[in-house]
Structures are given as structure tokens and as C-alpha cells.
């Protein structure tokens, strides 16, 4: 079950948001616990089965990490047990068929059979959620959940289940506890979860659909070629983002207050900026579990520049099983490097319209290598955005890029603080909360009928 379906929006919700406030407290988590199991098992109820093993293992952990604190070599061993198990059930269901098929590759290996296993969704964002938990406690940074139901309303919780932000516990341990439910804070989330929903279905949608036609189509030309990776650098950022956006309005509805994902990531004048601003949870992740615990930069240039690679090579692989995501980040690390070493005094001495350029060149390109798992394929693609073989543009790429146009316009200025800007110049007029309201509700009547009369409605975090 995905936020921007019919199902979710006039079944599910309106079913547990009443139930939800009617409750008392003390029943509240449980409600969200067993709700979001239903919401995480719908179409797969096995892996229910597979959510209840994740909580069971890292609350027990987490129970003997704490009682084990003093013991700085058992505390130790048992963190390590625990990451091991986490990591190998991320492993198996996410990473078996490739590691097979990647062994394959070797001709006296060719003959083995690739397993047929199903990927949990979101198995990436709720295991390391959990990672967090447990490693949290080992540093005395929060206490042990004693309780279960607890602990599992934390992992399974349905708004951040499957799409994110990455929530770590301490940032939420409280809410779990205390939170408090207003009005302001409901109407705060709707509004939330709708401007996610317009840029989930209105833009990254149509996007999307943009995208499929250019990407495997043939004779595009170079402006083609170029329209077609900016419509899926605008389909990513508006799936990503919006589905963050409805993800932290749902916590608002429920009482909860979750991180902000996603900072215009497309304004920025570097890429060390660009991933300040993109995924900010995930980058922050990696920062706290994996960055600063090798070392960070304390150790010299030397062991900084590993610390870097191995960040970048854990980075591509989270995002998919698959090595153009292993490339992908990778093409990152090296550019950081760069950056960190020579660029970015330069960038800081240009006017800002060139560095504002020369970030969104490599932000594109890169997500040709994001999006292309056939490297044969993203060769060609690559090819084809600057050679003019094939002309400037193809016929059909032009008509489809006129049609198109305007939407991308829209896409391009959402993307920047300028249209938070002028929407909230809009509704700050005097009874600007009536016309706050009638675009919320025109925003919903297009939703809706864009649901019903498209089928096209893809789910990008499949894979993740």
C-alpha cells in the first residue's frame, strides 16, 4: 500500500485516524503498532512475520546492551551480534540474487540457479532505523525500551514505514511516550501530506511518464536526450520529496514531529551543498553510524579519503542491489574529493550562476547512472547527450517536449524557495486561510482524478 492511492487515502486513513483519536493514550500505540502491520503487510502478509522478528531481535538486544553497558567487551560483542543479524537479513532479501548473479559472471560459476527472493519494501529504511536504536543505546545516548509495543510503534510505524526519513530514536523516543495531538498540529499535517501529494502525483508522475517515452526511445537528439534526464531529475526529486512531505504530515496528524528530508537540493552551488540538501536522513545516517565512527577526518587525508570511499560505496549500494548504484556512488565520492581538495575554493570566488550550473550538470549526469542498471545502455544514453548524430532534436522527442513544456516550467520554479515564497505571500492576505483551504481541497479533486484516470502511478522505493 502506497500514500498516493485510492485505497490509502479513503479506506485506510479514514478508517484509522477516527479510531486513533478516539482512543485513550495508553492505546494509542498499540493501535499504531498493529495499523501499521496491516499497512506493511498488504499484498505480502508474510512479511509481517519478518517486521515482528526485526522488532523482537532489537528489543531483547536493546534490553541486554543497557544491562551490559559497564561491560565495555560484552557490550561490544553484543552490538556486533546484533548488527551481524540485522545486516544479514537486509542482506539475504535484498542482496542474494546479486551477489549469485555477480558470481555468475565467473565463466566456471555460470551454471548456478539465481534464487527467487522477494524484497520486502522499505526492508533499507526500517533496518536501519532499528541499527540506530541499538547502537544508540550502546553509546548511553537513550535508554532501552522496556516496552514492546513501544519499540515496535518506533520501527513499524506506517507514515516512515516504507519512504522514510530515516528516523532515528532518540529524535522520537519522547514522542513515543508524551506526544500530544492539537489541531494546529492536524492542520499542519493535512496541508503537509497534500503539498506531498501534489508533487507526488501532479509532477513526479507526469515526469515519470515523460521520462519512459524519451529514455528508451530512439533518434531524440541531444535536446532530447537532455529534456529526458531533467524530467527524471525532476520525477526522483518529486517522489523522493513528496512522499517525505506526506510522511511527515501523516506524523503530524498522529501527533508526531519528524525531520525534515529534503532542502531544495537543486539550488545548491556544490555537490557537498547538494547532499546537505538531498535525503538529508539517509546522509546524516552515514554521517553518525559509518562516517565519524571510522575516524571522520581526525585521522589524516589518507584515512578521510577511505572513510569517504566507504561511505559512497555503502551509499550507492543501500539505493539498490545492482552496480550502477555502486557506480553511482562512487561518482560521487570522486567528485567530493574533488571538491574537498581544489574545487570548492574556486566555487566560492565565481559568480554563483556558474557553480549554481556546474552543480546541476553533475547532479544530472549522475542520475543517468542512477536510473540506467544496463550499463551497455547508459553508455549509449550518455552518448547520445552529446553526440549530434542524431540532430539537435528528434520529431517525436519534439512534440512530446512541447506538450510537456509547461509542466516542467512549474517542476523547474517548484523546485526553489521562490514558490514557498509566493504561495505563502498568497495566503497571508487577509482570510487568505479560505483560499489556503479551497487549494486544498482543489489540490485533492486533481489528485484524485489524476488516480482514477492514470494508471501510471509508480512506486520508486520498491527497490530501496
Known sequence: MVFSSLIFIFIYLCIVLPIYYILPRKAKNLFLFAVSLVFYGYGEPVFIILMIISVTLNYLFGILLEKHRDNKKKAKLLLAVNVIINLAMLGFFK???????TVKLIPALSHLNTPQIPLPIGISFYTFQSMSYTIDVYRGQCKAQKNYVALGTYVALFPQLIAGPIVRYIDVAEQLEKRRETLQKFTNGVKLF??????????ANQMGELWAQLKTAEGNGVVGAWVGIIAFTLQIYFDFSGYSD???????????DFVKNFDYP???????EFWRRWHISLSTWFKEYVYIPLGGNRKGKSRMVFNLFAVWFLTGLWHGASWNFVLWGLYFFVILIFEKSVLLKVLDKIPSVFSHLYALFFIVLGWVIFDFTDMGAMGQYIVSMFSPQNGLIGEGARVLVLSYLPLMAVGGFACTPLCRKAIEKVFSVKCGWILETAAVIAVLALCIASLVSSSYNPFLYFRF
Open 95 to 101: 542482496y542474494a540474487v546479486f551477489a549469485v548473479d
Open 246 to 256: 506526506m510522511a511527515r504530515g501523516l506524523g503530524n496528524m498522529l501527533g508526531f
Open 194 to 203: 497534500m503539498v506531498g501529494m501534489a508533487k507526488k502525483v501532479l509532477i
Open 266 to 272: 537543486y539550488i545548491s552551488k556544490s555537490i557537498t
